[in-house]
């Protein structure tokens, strides 16, 4: 089985493959400090939970964006399945011309979710990827990867409002009933859901503009809640990054 790890600046999303099936995922809190016997421990507690043996494991594959985090896995990974874990970086050869200035600066995530959506939907193919930024990344039709867009995500337009208002409350990110808020609560929660969905379908409409037809896909912690708002979106793939990295994980060993 492949154990793969998509470290993300707020989640963290794990998932245990066997050949082409995804047997479990969860999706935890990301901790830069976790140590590698944090690491250990907490993943054998979700196994258990799971019934999958640590000596099913095989292979494990971490794609992540906190630097921070890497040593303790990579010394979990050694220690608690004697695997040396796969790395995935941009500059690697994961099949995929990258365009982007310089090659590097693009984080693992957004290749990632390139090589899934293009293997799953061929190009020219956008991503969009609601996590704590939000990004919009577009693939050609010969499959290269191109570059995007980059926007603060929804959760940090939320915090963001609450901690420079003096009487504005924290909400809870949802779906008003109604565009209208009769409420404090009711009128921050339709700017902040209506206003993102505006913010993604007017992007999504501009880089139509310099692309051939492009299918859009949407996937992140949040897809599922703000997508169906958005007209420009034709569909939802919550679980893309972990399948774009078993996609390079095979295609790599």
């Known amino acids: ?10 989640n963290t999303v794990l998932g245990v493959y066997r050949e082409e099936e995804l047997l479990h995922h969860w999706r935890l809190l990301t901790e830069r400090e976790r140590t590698a016997d944090e690491w250990g421990v907490l993943i054998r507690t979700l196994f258990d939970l799971g019934q999958v ?5 095989s292979g494990i594959v971490i794609a992540s964006v906190v630097p921070p985090a890497q040593p303790a896995l990579h010394e979990m990974s050694l220690r608690y399945f004697g695997i040396q874990a796969l790395f995935i970086e941009p500059t690697m050869d994961l099949g995929m ?16 979710n390139a090589v899934a959506a293009y293997t799953a ?16 990344d577009l693939i050609s039709a010969p499959g290269e ?20 208002t003096a009487r504005l409350p924290r909400v809870e990110i ?33 880089m139509k503009k310099e692309a051939d ?21 034709d569909s939802v793939e919550k679980n893309l990054t ?12």
């Open 1 to 10: 089985m492949l154990l793969a790890i998509d470290v993300g600046n707020t």
């Open 213 to 233: 037809n492009p299918y859009v896909v949407s996937t992140g912690g949040l897809a599922e809640l703000i997508s169906p708002a958005c007209e420009e979106i």
């Open 53 to 57: 043996p640590n000596e099913s494991v």
């Open 242 to 253: 972990l399948e774009g990295m078993r996609l390079i994980y095979n295609r790599l060993r």
């Open 145 to 164: 990867y191109l570059g995007g867009v980059i926007a603060p995500g929804i959760g940090i337009s939320a915090e963001a409002l609450f901690l420079h």
């Open 97 to 112: 011309p990258v365009r982007y200035h310089p090659p590097g600066d693009v984080g693992a995530d957004r290749i990632v």
């Open 121 to 136: 939907f061929g190009g020219p193919v956008i991503v969009v990827d609601f996590g704590t930024a939000t990004t919009f």
């Open 174 to 206: 949802r779906a008003p009933a109604k565009v209208i808020g009769d409420t404090t609560v009711g009128s921050i929660q339709s700017g902040l859901y209506w206003g993102y969905a505006g913010l993604v379908d007017g992007i999504l409409r501009r």
